[in-house]
């Protein structure tokens, strides 16, 4: 935890690269730069530098650095950088001079971020943003981490707090001043009036199908079907490179290969499964569980048959999958069959389609309305039709298409969400049952009874914003860091 020694650390990427970032942080950091540079800079402003080793004093590298005394910065430390050449030889040495130095030592994991975060100058939700937008691989993930990191649930969280805490003023004063004749009656109905309108607006803040937390971890689709459909062609196809391995012979995809996409902004997760078949294979049959297992948990499967071979279902559905969720057949190697052939395979996919003659827009905007995540098991069985060749691109274009507007009604909306992860949810699902609690008819004459509700309630939004109880929830957040964070 933490303790008073200077830590150190390369805050930029992998070397080699054209500048390497090291940052020095705590009490000793002006030290360090002195001992390194010979000189201390004017704070904050970028200043030539050449860096020695402190014992030898031979020359490392010429550098920019820069000092931020405390409290003004990053990590409310005194903070110095050194923006060296990013050369792994320039980086060892650097690291090695600040070694030598008494009192530093290399940052852990996430160091700089936690004694920003103990120093004040971050909220616990704003810790969590900085992870993502770290993270983030698409631009609306990036956007919904920098919202976080600005404070949009930690500004809600706060203002619920407040108003919890006058309103709990007002039933402590009625507690204490409750035989005294001039106390005012009405001070338990206001705190009440208050404690509704909380509850309402926190499960307002829930009810958002999931979209925050959906958006960092990216919809998931799942590519299933028997084997030598042309599964893991499809995914290399989709992913522009050769992910997966493809063969003639069937069975060759065991594990599921995943491969991460920007769709239109939105992250896709897609996964190469093993073809599904009966098999006596040990190393097969457990491929064929995994892919089950898979897809049956993907937010979307797409099941790849070859166009060829029209019987892909019977009555239980497809290739014993669950088939509740949004289950789109993709009729791929269309490129073998003959034009005439096509024409029909076509048309009779079409009539497989609730809707008839829907043209292939409406077909996608049926689904996205029918498959509000809250009402997706009203439209079971297959819901999208693809004709496509995954050996020659033909009918990919659509299929993608289509797969962005899904994973834009899946993770975006009208609103950007509040609660971005399962730990926000529970602490604002634990407000909102205290102040439940808090409203129920039996405790109208129990004041004591009301404060402890909104007291709970208070102490659930004080832990979401890491006000109190930090201790145990610390290490789970830091180990999403990097080192030199
Ligand atoms: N002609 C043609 N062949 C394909 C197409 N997609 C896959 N194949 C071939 O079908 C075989 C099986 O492909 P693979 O992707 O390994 O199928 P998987 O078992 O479903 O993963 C390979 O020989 C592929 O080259 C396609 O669209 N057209
Ligand atoms: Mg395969």
Redo the contacts with the bound molecule.
């Keep these: 935890m933490h303790d008073d020694a200077t830590i150190f650390a390369l805050s930029s990427g992998r070397p080699p690269a054209a500048i390497g970032v090291v940052r020095i942080s705590g009490p000793r950091a002006g030290e360090a730069l002195r001992a390194l540079t010979g000189r201390i800079p004017e704070p904050r402003m970028a200043t030539f530098a050449r860096v020695c080793d402190p014992e030898s004093r031979e020359p490392i590298d010429e550098a920019l650095a820069l000092w931020f005394p405390a409290p003004r910065s990053e990590t409310g430390e005194d903070v110095a950088e050194l923006q060296l050449h990013g050369g792994r030889a320039v980086i060892a040495a650097t690291l090695a001079a600040l070694s030598k130095i008494e009192g530093l030592r290399p940052a852990e994991a996430g160091e700089f971020t936690r004694r920003a975060f103990e120093n004040g100058k971050l909220d616990l939700t704003a810790v969590e943003a900085l992870a993502d937008l770290v993270m983030a691989e698409t631009q609306g993930q990036r956007r919904q981490a920098l919202r976080q990191m600005q404070g949009a649930l930690r500004l809600s969280a706060e203002s619920w707090r407040e108003q919890l805490v006058r309103a709990l003023a007002l039933i402590e004063a009625r507690i204490d001043f409750a035989d005294e004749a001039d106390v005012p009656e009405n001070l338990v109905e206001p705190a009440l009036a208050t404690a509704r309108a909380l509850a309402q607006e926190i499960e307002t803040a829930l009810r958002d199908d999931r979209r925050g937390e959906r958006l960092r971890e990216g919809m998931v689709v799942a590519i299933a ?10 995914l290399n196809r989709i992913a522009r490179r050769d992910a ?5 012979y ?1 069975g ?2 065991r594990d599921v290969i995943e491969v991460h996409l920007d769709l239109a902004g939105w992250p896709v997760t897609l996964l ?1 499964t093993a ?1 599904i078949r009966e098999s006596e294979d040990p190393i097969e049959r457990e491929g064929v569980r995994r892919a089950r297992e898979r897809a049956a948990a993907a937010d979307v499967v797409l099941w ?1 048959v070859d166009a060829r071979e029209p019987a892909w279902r019977d009555e239980t559905g497809v290739g014993g999958l669950p088939v509740e969720r949004p289950l789109w057949i993709v009729h ?5 069959l003959e034009a005439a052939d096509r024409n029909e395979s076509m048309l009779s996919s079409i009539e497989n389609c609730e809707s008839g003659r829907a043209t292939y827009e409406t077909l996608i905007s049926m689904v996205n309305k029918g498959l509000a995540p809250s009402h997706e098991s009203k439209f079971t069985g297959a819901e999208l039709e693809f004709n ?5 691109g033909t009918g990919i274009e659509s299929l993608l298409t289509a797969l962005a507007q899904r994973a834009e009604y899946f993770l975006g909306g009208s609103e950007p969400a509040l609660v971005t992860r399962e730990r926000h949810r529970r602490l604002l699902e634990e407000a909102s049952a205290a102040l439940r609690r808090a409203l129920a008819p039996t405790l109208v004459q129990r004041e004591d009874l009301l404060a402890e509700e909104l007291r709970l309630a208070a102490r659930a939004l004080e832990r979401l914003i890491g006000r109190v109880d930090v201790e145990d929830v610390l290490d789970v957040i830091f180990r999403d860091f990097c080192i030199g964070k």
């Design positions: 079907g028997p084997p030598n459909a042309g599964k893991s062609t499809l997966a391995i493809v063969s003639p069937a060759t995809t190469d073809g790849v791929n190697k269309i490129d073998l496509v060749s995954a050996s020659t």
